[in-house]
């Protein structure tokens, strides 16, 4: 006799029906033990008698299933696969199968033929392998900056953004920020500290949004760099810009576990606004960086003095675009209507193009090769315009404000269109001349009422005056 598979369950069910046949076991107790009924024990008891433990194999081992699609069904559908549907995944190709040549495959089993041909790649297979990059040498030899949009506060607050700034040598946080959406005005914002604090560094390294990058460069308008990249020019610090967010894995890793520690510590420090969180985080940033921070591969220290006046880097880190002054000494700006005040610098600027400088915290300057020009300003801009494009990582922001100002509007009435027509309603009650029914009731009521006052003043007259 050859040896004869069985599994775990078949062999304990041997070692209980031996008991039984021994006499140990009653066949109740044997039926509770392999948790099946006693009939159900019988037959295997029976079987057990007959066959001896090979007899509680079961039947349908080592056999095909009853379900096998034969081979010719394989070759069929992998016909139709690699000629017309080489590039479906297995689902639509199932269905497109089923569909139009009435051939019915479920999807896991042409995704095992497709593997199997060479004609699908599971997830593991298809993982891209990004080759590791060393970190610089230096401190501020390379910066890498992103923002991180999330739940900050959880239920507490709105979702904002966090500007995160990290040096790529040492792994220290050297700028942070709680701003409402990513911008160019959060960034030169979190950039003034950062000079500020470090001086100005060799690179910074961020993704390809707009703030940082120009889509076309080629473009005929503009200058081929955003403004954040203009104001970095003119730092001399140089703008790079990842292919893939693994490239600048540094900074993404750091996001995830500020969005774990640092949300849990403003949840215990009971913060639930960005200006409170700003005024905390100098002191999360000096534990962070003691506790993660670590040494430099060589000592020097890259970052180079910022050799600019508070007022000068205050112009340098503004939105600035050029306007043409028309014949009214008028300009526009962005949705707002600008009158120079008119002087003798001003008049000879007509036709001419002045620049507009526009600061993080609101104020709007227009200056000639320098100059501040005295101005009006006219038509103050909506934030959020009908038919607006709104980027996605601004979105929370813009329909904060669309929520705050449809409180404030009080809704438009609307009017009918008997209204919109000059309509005035007639008052009520007959229209036409009065008839003679009308005119003799209201001479009874009157006649009714006269007669009803001249027997009140009657009853006065006659009674009796109070003795004295």
Not at 378 to 383: A, E, I, P, T, V
Not at 403 to 417: D, G, L, M
């Amino acid at each position: 006799m050859g040896w004869v598979e069985m599994s775990e369950r078949e062999l304990r069910r041997a070692e209980v029906l031996a008991s039984v046949f021994a006499g140990r076991l009653t066949m109740t107790a044997a039926a509770d033990l392999m948790e099946v009924t006693r009939r159900q024990a019988h037959r295997l008891a029976r079987q057990f008698a007959d066959h001896g433990a090979a007899g509680l194999r079961h039947r349908a081992r080592g056999r095909p299933s009853n379900r096998l699609l034969g081979p010719h069904v394989r070759q069929m559908a992998m016909a139709y696969v690699t000629e017309s549907y080489r590039d479906f995944g297995p689902t639509f190709a199932s269905q497109m199968l089923l569909e139009r040549h009435g051939l019915s495959v479920s999807r896991e089993t042409l995704r095992k033929w497709m593997s199997e041909e060479g004609l699908w790649l599971s997830r593991k297979q298809r993982r891209q392998f990004h080759q590791p990059r060393l970190r610089r040498d230096h401190f501020g030899e390379l910066v890498q900056i992103d923002g991180s949009e999330h739940r900050w506060f959880e239920d507490r607050g709105p979702r904002c953004t966090l500007i995160v700034f990290i040096d790529d040598a040492t792994g220290r946080l050297v700028g942070l920020r709680f701003v409402p959406s990513e911008s160019a005005f959060a960034y030169f914002e979190t950039l003034k500290g950062y000079l500020t604090s470090h001086g100005r560094p060799l690179a910074f390294y961020s993704d390809k949004h707009s703030i940082f990058r120009v889509s076309k460069p080629q473009a005929r308008g503009g200058q081929g760099m955003t403004q954040f990249g203009r104001a970095l020019s003119e730092l001399n610090i140089e703008i790079l810009c990842a292919n893939s967010s693994q490239a600048k894995g540094r900074v993404e890793r750091v996001n995830r576990t500020l969005q774990d520690r640092l949300v849990k510590e403003l949840r215990l420090e009971g913060i639930s606004t960005i200006e409170a969180a700003n005024a905390y985080l100098p002191a999360f940033v000096a534990r962070f960086n003691e506790r993660f921070a670590t040494a430099a591969a060589r000592p020097e220290n890259l970052h180079r003095p910022l050799e600019r006046a508070p007022a000068q880097l205050d112009t340098i880190l503004a939105w600035r675009e050029q306007r043409y002054v028309t014949q009214q000494l008028a300009l526009s700006y962005d949705s707002k209507r600008i009158i120079l005040d008119e002087t003798p610098l001003t008049a000879g600027l007509v036709g001419k193009y002045v620049e507009t400088y526009e600061y993080p915290d609101g104020r709007l300057e227009v200056r000639w090769k320098g100059l501040a020009l005295p101005h009006r300003m006219f038509d103050k801009k909506q934030r959020v315009t009908h038919t607006a494009i709104v980027e996605n990582k601004r979105l929370s922001e813009a329909l904060a404000w669309v929520k705050a100002r449809q409180a404030e509007i009080r809704p438009v009435r609307t009017k009918t269109n008997s209204e919109a027509g000059g309509y005035i309603p007639r008052p009520k009650g007959r229209r036409g001349p009065i008839s003679f029914a009308d005119r003799h009731a209201a001479a009874k009521k009157a006649n009714r009422t006269a007669s009803a006052g001249a027997a009140a003043k009657h009853e006065l007259s006659a009674a009796p005056a109070e003795a004295p």
